[in-house]
């Protein structure tokens, strides 16, 4: 997976990245993915050029990474200048370091890189090449208008003393870990810094993405150590990659929703499935919970039909209850509904009306699982692997494959797709899109994810293989 695509960038995306460990290597890495340059190795010239500066210092051994660099003093300069491929702007050099761009230099760069649509990337603290580091009073220097916040932390420093070796600025380091000086640091350390307000969430604005690359995550212990981490941090940030740069590995983690659609009014089967029983508790709930085992966040309730005894199964979960006044309009309508109750700002009904969850700092979801009411026996396993395949690729659609021919339920679908699904009408689910979107098929040996109560006979294989 590239970089630019865990980092879901735009193709003019307006970047800056902050921490230690990697910063300008992911940068750069960035900067070239975005000229077209996917191959480091790549000499190759494109059309598409990009804008990388600093608001700090840049070490001078850096200034090669990019095809053309300009020492800019005032707005006056970037006359005199020509933007292609990838070109690095910088203050005047001092000794080792290039200084940092002005205010006005850096306003001037922004109006034009908006106007040309070119991405612009900005380096925007410094770290002394340690691993890890505590920002200083003065930084970082991140723009508002700033689309994403980049955070990176090196776990080459995880299992090491607290030292001026290993952390740039350690005193600071240890006041916001907990830590003392010279202490082992620890992954629990580095999370309270990382999600610490004066630590990796410092300055950042309030209206940019936030993603935290979890970089040097170069042996199987050093990327489990990484996924405890990315996952205990979504709270924090949008998303969490963990990274190998120098040997091309990553993974993304985001929230994933869990969509229950209990609209329905089993008109077939002649009773509401939502509150049929299951192992002593409605189906609804039952299914709810295993959304919540499986770590969907949050969990959403679509209801229609029998809507209060429905809500009643689930209200006390913490889950979110969504009803769907139009539900006889069929199974689109609640899919429009539970995405629209996502805390993601573009796809949030707007209206005066609209009862869509506040989006807050809990991170905008990456991705949804659609599970179906009627689907008691589905299990956790089958969640959590549809959301570590998607994790690796960003796959637009995941799907269960069972005894290697038949597809199942439930399906994982990308935040890339919710503007299709959104446009659904009438009585059919996500199936209509899989045309249009890359599915992955993900083999599953368990024929349990294709039964479905639709009639009584259903109802009654589904309690005898649960008993077998």
């Not at 969490?240 to 993304?252: K, N, W």
């Not at 809500?311 to 309009?329: F, S």
């Amino acid at each position: 997976m590239l970089l630019s695509k865990a980092l879901r960038a735009t193709d003019h995306p307006c970047v800056a990245f902050v921490g230690a460990g990697g910063k300008t290597t992911a940068m750069f890495q960035l900067a070239r993915e975005l000229n077209g340059r996917a191959d480091p190795l790549e000499s190759r010239r494109t059309e598409k050029p990009v804008v990388v500066t600093a608001t700090s210092h840049l070490g001078v051994w850096q200034i090669p990474l990019a095809d053309h660099h300009f020492i800019v003093r005032t707005p006056d300069d970037l006359a005199h200048t020509e933007i292609q491929d990838i070109t690095l702007f910088t203050g005047p050099i001092v000794g080792d370091r290039a200084g940092p761009i002005t205010k006005d230099v850096l306003s001037f760069l922004r109006a034009e890189t908006q106007k040309r649509a070119i991405p612009l990337l900005i380096e925007a603290d410094g770290s002394r090449q340690k691993p890890l580091k505590a920002p200083a009073e003065h930084e970082p220097a991140i723009p508002d208008f700033v689309e994403t916040v980049v955070v990176v932390a090196g776990l080459s420093a995880l299992g090491q003393p607290l030292d001026e070796e290993h952390v740039h600025r350690p005193e600071l380091f240890a006041r916001l870990s907990g830590l003392q000086v010279n202490d082992v640091i620890t992954s629990h350390a580095l999370a309270r810094v990382l999600a610490h307000r004066h630590g990796g969430l410092k300055n950042i604005p309030p209206a940019s993405r936030r993603t935290l690359i979890l970089n040097q995550a170069d042996t199987p212990e050093l990327q489990s150590q990484a996924g405890t981490l990315a996952t205990s941090l979504l709270d924090n940030f949008d998303s969490a990659i963990i990274a190998s740069l120098e040997h091309s590995f990553l993974q993304t983690f985001e929230r994933s929703a869990g969509i229950i659609l209990a609209a329905g009014e089993s008109k077939r089967f002649g009773a509401p499935k939502q509150l049929l029983d299951w192992r002593g508790e409605p189906f609804v709930r039952a299914v709810a919970k295993t959304a919540l085992e499986a770590g969907l966040s949050p969990v959403i309730v679509v209801t229609g039909a029998s809507a209060e005894q429905v809500e009643a199964a689930v209200k006390d979960l913490g889950v979110v209850i969504v009803r769907n006044e139009n539900w006889q309009g069929g199974q689109a309508s609640s899919i429009r509904a539970g995405l629209q109750s996502l805390p993601l700002p573009s796809l949030r009904d707007t209206s005066p009306k609209s009862k869509g969850i506040e989006r807050g700092w809990e991170g905008a979801v990456g991705s949804a699982i659609f599970l179906l009411a009627d689907q008691p026996q589905i299990q956790p396993a089958v969640i959590r692997a549809l959301i570590e395949t998607h994790a690796k690729e960003l796959h637009p659609i995941v799907a269960p494959l069972v005894l290697e021919q038949q597809r199942a339920n439930p399906v994982l679908f990308d935040r890339d797709t919710f503007s299709d699904l959104m446009k659904l009408e009438g009585d059919i689910g996500g199936r209509a899109i899989f045309s249009k979107h890359r599915v992955e098929y993900m083999p599953w040996h368990d024929d349990r994810l294709l039964l479905d109560v639709d009639q009584p006979e259903d109802y009654q294989r589904l309690i005898e293989d649960d008993t077998l």
